[in-house]
């Protein structure tokens, strides 16, 4: 153990040793909050960098997303051009075979007017073919009459016989043709009849066929005109496109000049930390030694309280082991068994029930040495600490920043103040450093800490933790 401060003796080299030790403690928690502040902004800039490197990247997705979407719009805009040409060339071709068709429709509207004309005719071929029925009948009579006429003037009217049977000949014929004419125009009249009727059908279908032609010329003009829109929407969002992606390239450029900004700042803030743990470091170093070399402390106290029992500590280890509680490779084996279901994540060991056991009696009284102690507890060279005072060893709940604070046994505290205090093998090490009460809350604190040696080898050390 140190020797104890000597507080009566008045030397000049005495009392500058006692102010050197009371200006290392005091630079020492300077150093340690200036370190936590770093460390702080140190962690925020690595965020920010983590942050805008993913802008960066998101910066890089917009342009090459914009690249593409320029070539998609330049093939919209190509397509659309195209396309136009050939809906205006289609809607001519269209009207054109429309007004064909409208003409064809106007004819057969006409159709019907003329088959009335030529019914008219009929009915007038008939008439006259009636009168030539007539007549032939009459000339035949008259025919007949004659050769009666002749028979009865004997010699003298044989030549007036002759004509009077041509004439009768050719009245019959002149019959015979009438009625064939007659046939004829009957026939012809049911033509026109059935002509009429179909013509008929044709006319409505003709109206119709001019209704559509109406609503199409009025459909594809509009068509037309939708696809001359498009085409001047896509000209215009071809432009915003360049102007969007002008944007986005300068947006990517500053955030590179940013990013490189931001990363010489957070490497030059990451060296002042590593500067400041290493002066840290150095503080710690000078308190041990003014306090080593008889100067007065406010931790000789906790450093003589943490050696008697981290003596006590290494005895009960020995003396488990020469009993066979446990076997020495058992105490000394870091095998660590994840426990499930505990978050943040707990451990068992070989030698956590014997921790269980013998540790309690050693660690829980020094609770009760100082008001200002917060806990004492033995870790391992791995930042292992196996059993902890029992108002840190709660049963876990479902809240992990809640366990984070009120169950640390069994969990490894792998950090830096951790493993220096599980390795240390000097006869104390003394320790100023920010303590992590889960919930993104920090409180600073001293800790204390004297090695266990069981039979000579370092299995870990004592740790006695202290408000200021």
């Known amino acids: 153990m140190i020797p104890a401060a000597d507080f009566t003796d008045s030397s000049p080299a005495n009392d500058q040793m006692d102010k050197l030790s009371h200006i290392a403690s005091r630079l020492s928690l300077e150093l340690v909050d200036i370190a936590g502040a770093l460390d702080q902004i140190d962690n925020s800039t690595s965020q920010q960098l983590q942050s805008l490197d993913h802008v960066r990247s998101n910066a890089d997705r917009m342009v090459q997303g914009n690249t593409s979407v320029r070539r998609a719009i330049d093939l919209i805009n190509e397509t659309t051009t195209e396309t136009l040409e050939a809906v205006i060339s289609s809607v001519e071709n269209i009207q054109s075979a ?14 019907d007017a003329r088959i009335t004309e030529i019914e008219d005719t009929i009915a007038s071929a008939r008439s006259n073919n009636d009168d030539i029925a007539s007549i032939a009948a009459q000339v035949n009579i008259l025919a007949i009459n004659a050769k009666i006429e002749a028979a009865r003037a004997g010699e003298a009217g044989r030549g007036f016989a002759v004509v009077a049977e041509a004439i009768n000949e050719l009245s019959r014929k002149t019959a015979g043709a009438a009625e064939g ?24 279908d003709a109206e119709g066929v001019l209704a559509e032609a109406d609503d199409t010329d009025i459909s594809l003009s509009g068509i037309a005109e939708h696809v001359r829109m498009i085409n001047s929407e896509a000209r215009q969002i071809k432009e915003n496109a360049g102007n969007v992606g002008s944007a986005i390239s300068e947006f990517g450029e500053s955030f590179d000049r940013m990013g490189s900004a931001l990363e010489g700042t957070a490497t030059g803030i990451h060296q002042v930390r590593d500067r400041a743990d290493t002066m840290v470091d150095q503080a710690e170093c000078l308190v041990q030694c003014s306090v080593s070399l008889g100067g007065a402390s406010q931790d000789s106290r906790f450093i003589d309280e943490v050696q008697a029992r ?6 009960a280890f020995e003396e488990a082991i020469a009993n066979r509680t446990i076997a020495r490779e058992a105490l000394f084996k870091p095998t660590y068994t994840p426990i ?3 978050d943040p994540q707990q451990f068992m060991t070989e030698f956590t029930d014997l921790t269980d056991s013998i540790l309690p009696p050693i660690q829980e ?39 984070m604070a009120n169950c640390r046994n069994r969990r490894i505290f792998n950090d830096k103040v951790g493993l220096k205090a599980g390795n240390n093998k000097q006869p104390f090490l003394l320790q100023v450093y920010r303590r992590d009460m889960g919930g993104g809350e920090f409180v600073t604190m001293k800790d204390v800490s004297a090695p266990i040696l069981v039979g000579g080898q370092l299995w870990g050390g004592l740790r006695l933790a202290y408000t200021l």
């Open 365 to 403: 009284p020094a609770l009760d040495f100082d008001p200002s102690v917060v806990f004492c507890a033995a870790i391992d060279r791995n930042g292992y600490i196996p059993t902890h005072n029992n108002r840190f060893s709660q049963p876990m709940g479902d809240d992990p920043v809640w366990n």
């Open 98 to 111: 429309g007004n064909r068709t409208q003409k064809l429709a106007k004819w057969v509207r006409s159709l």
């Open 340 to 342: 499930d279901g505990s």
């Open 310 to 315: 981290a003596a006590l500590v290494s005895m």
């Open 181 to 204: 004419i007659s046939d004829s125009i009957l026939t012809l009249g049911n033509w026109i009849d059935a002509l009429r009727g179909e013509a008929g059908v044709a006319a409505e």
